[in-house]
């Protein structure tokens, strides 16, 4: 910075206080810029903001992959992206990782705990049977152990086993939401409805998505009557759980008790959308349709059981039925008739054989149409000849004889 004297002794005191302001004026802007420069460089950034756990797992299962596809730790890496498929209910993926996983390593309990885990989601009772015992086997001494063989065990049948298992689950981590699932489960099996709903409702406090304690629990609120309570868990399931086709069934078994038909038979299609393949909620739709005596639409329902499940009860004499309202007897005949064969005892498919037989053997008798020509309609009328019949008219009488009164007397002059 450059600064300007004038020479002479007129007017130096003022330029050397503009010298001296100048100079402060200067300390103070350069003390300002070093204090803005150690505040920028000790200033902590802003926190990045959190990934989703979506993200994590997307991120996860790629260096997983990649590990896989470099021939590293095969075993455990194909446990480790086991799991998260699990977690993500995947779990046919599942599967098939922790059968890799267990190809690889034969001998560690924690694989065969979750490929445990993942039949039983399966509805694969023996296999996740079978899986949890050779993990128990291998040394494995845990909670999740423990919770999984209650509840296979349960759903066997095996009640005491189940509750000895239970036990030591919940000694062991007592504020586990799937082991009060299973807990209730044992109580509704023994016929305490009542008990069991507590417990499942504590197993969703604990775990919200819980999703088999959702439905167990709408399905005996529903059954008890307390079709609000339902309702209410149904709606919080669906929340969380949108594409579940079972809570989508039970949501219309709710509307079907409360005669909400309409309401019903919306929330069965739902159902349908998600699993082709849920006999129930075709069955349900026939009968709604059937009641509605919408007879096609109830077809096509009944049709999709029969192909899905051929045993399901009395599915060929409902097909019958609406062949038969719909005026397909012969159809309707083959269906009674297959009922007959495989239940003797249906009295009602043996009606509807009757029925057909009693119709057929009956004379036609065509119904007039406003559609046949005059000249046929007038063909109609002259099958009726007249001239064969003999009309006499009747012919008054000249007398009548009206009898005599005996009460009374005559006297003649």
């Known amino acids: 910075m450059k600064f300007v004297f004038c020479s002479g002794m007129k007017g130096s005191k003022s330029a050397f206080s503009s010298v001296l302001v100048l100079t402060a004026c200067a300390s103070i802007g350069f003390l300002a810029s070093c204090q803005s420069d150690a505040r920028n460089a000790t200033r902590i950034p802003p926190t990045p903001t959190a990934k989703l756990k979506s993200d994590w797992d997307k991120d996860a299962l790629e260096a997983l992959t990649n590990n896989i596809r470099r021939q590293i730790d095969l075993d455990v890496n194909y446990f480790k992206r086991a799991r998260i498929y699990f977690g993500k209910e995947d779990y046919e993926q599942a599967l098939s990782d922790v059968n890799e996983a267990i190809d690889s390593k034969d001998n560690v309990g924690e694989y065969y705990l979750l490929r445990g885990q993942v039949n039983r989601e399966l509805n694969n009772l023996d296999a996740?049977?079978?899986?949890?015992?050779?993990?128990?086997?291998?040394?494995?001494?845990n909670s999740e152990l423990y919770i999984l063989m209650a509840d296979i065990l349960?759903?066997?049948?095996?009640?005491?086993?189940a509750q000895r298992y239970l036990n030591r689950s919940m000694q062991m981590s007592p504020?586990?939401?799937?082991?009060?699932?299973?807990?209730?489960?044992?109580?509704?099996?023994?016929?305490?409805?009542?008990t069991s709903v507590s417990s499942f409702k504590q197993a969703l406090t604990l775990n919200p998505r819980l999703l088999r304690a959702y439905r167990q629990n709408t399905r005996i609120l529903n059954t008890l009557g307390d079709h609000q309570s339902a309702l209410y868990y149904n709606n919080l399931a669906l929340k969380r759980f949108p594409k579940d086709p079972e809570l989508h069934y039970e949501r219309g078994q709710i509307y079907n008790a409360t005669n909400q038909l309409d309401s019903a038979l919306i929330s069965y299609r739902n159902a349908v959308a998600h699993n082709p393949e849920l006999s129930e909620a075709y069955y349900q739709i026939g009968n709604i349709n059937t009641k509605y005596k919408l007879y096609q639409p109830a077809l096509d329902a009944y049709l999709k059981v029969l192909k899905n499940r051929p045993d399901f009860p009395e599915i060929n004499y409902l097909v019958g039925l609406t062949y038969e309202r719909l005026g397909y007897g012969e159809r309707a005949a083959e269906h009674y008739t297959v009922e007959t064969q495989l239940n003797p005892e249906n009295q009602l498919a043996s009606a509807g054989i009757w029925r057909i037989q009693r119709r057929e053997a009956a004379p036609y008798v065509p119904a007039p149409s406003?559609?046949?020509?005059?000249?046929?309609?007038?063909e109609a009328t002259r099958l009726l000849d007249t001239t064969r019949v003999k009309i006499s008219t009747i012919q008054p009488r000249s007398s009548i004889n009206m009898g005599t009164d005996s009460s009374r007397k005559i006297i003649i002059k």
């Open 128 to 141: 996740a049977l079978e899986d949890a015992q050779r993990a128990e086997a291998l040394q494995q001494d």
């Open 370 to 378: 406003s559609n046949v020509p005059r000249q046929a309609s007038a």
């Open 154 to 161: 349960q759903e066997k049948g095996r009640f005491r086993e």
């Open 175 to 194: 504020y586990d939401g799937s082991a009060y699932y299973v807990k209730g489960m044992l109580q509704s099996r023994m016929g305490d409805s009542l």
